[in-house]
């Protein structure tokens, strides 16, 4: 079945770069996501990349995808404090659902 | 912003209790889903509609029910409460995916309500 793996914790210090790093299954999948959760929070959409792109840069994001291996890693430059969040990747599925990876906790030391 | 709003955000309530966790959102959107997240963060989607009158299971089995009797509205019961049940509960939306394919199938997610069973 379709499955989304991530590790579960990433520390760093303020100024670092951030890199997260999730694999997938479903080689149809149409978009990946990358979304934040903040504490007692719901998710928020950082980020989406479309299955036919390699890479897409947003401000301090970067999203790196790799499709043949099945690897979407999220780069954060230049880490904040308020960086330090849950970081969930996502794939959609067959009649749009999404499945979620098991999430990275980013811990930004000052 | 999403316009999409759970009630209640915390809810503490003893074994045997029924209880409803609403969810309503403004946009329109025909797709609806709950997820559970248990305390390891993994998310797990327990319910899903793609409109009025269409309700389907997740890939997690729930003892709860849902219900879409309007586009906007899309609450979740449980009969029978159990200390089993402790978890975060979060809605979301995501409009349909035209045959064009227009919109990225992003979900909207609501803040959660957070369910404790004594």
């Known amino acids: 079945g379709e499955d989304v793996e991530q590790s579960l914790f990433l520390s760093v210090r303020e100024g670092d770069s951030s890199v997260i790093n999730c694999t997938y299954t479903d080689s149809s999948s149409t978009y990946l996501y990358w979304y934040k959760q903040e504490p007692g929070a719901g998710l928020q959409l950082l980020t989406y990349i479309f299955s036919n792109m390699d890479m897409k840069q947003d401000q301090r994001l970067t999203v790196l995808l790799n499709k043949k291996d099945k690897h979407l890693s999220l780069r954060i430059a230049d880490t904040q404090t308020g960086d330090s969040a849950i970081y969930f990747c996502?794939?959609?599925?067959?009649?749009?659902?999404?499945?979620f990876g098991q999430g990275t906790e980013l811990s930004v030391k000052p | 912003e999403a316009d999409i709003y759970q009630t209640p955000r915390y809810l503490v309530i003893g074994t045997g209790k029924k209880i409803t966790l609403e969810c309503s959102q403004t946009?329109?959107?025909?797709?609806m889903y709950w997820y559970q997240q248990d305390p390891g963060m993994e998310l797990h989607l327990i319910h899903y509609?793609?409109?009025?009158?269409?309700?389907e299971k997740g890939d997690l089995s729930s003892e709860s029910t849902v219900s879409r009797i309007r586009t906007e509205h899309f609450p979740l019961t449980l009969e029978s409460a159990r200390p089993s049940h402790t978890s975060q509960y979060l809605c979301?939306?995501?409009?349909?995916?035209?045959?064009?394919?227009?919109?990225?199938?992003?979900?909207?997610f609501g803040e959660g309500s957070r369910l404790t069973v004594l």
């Open positions: 946009m329109g959107h025909d797709k």
């Open positions: 979301a939306s995501s409009e349909w995916n035209s045959p064009a394919g227009a919109n990225t199938g992003e979900l909207f």
């Open positions: 996502a794939e959609s599925i067959r009649g749009g659902k999404l499945i």
């Open positions: 509609s793609y409109g009025v009158n269409s309700t």
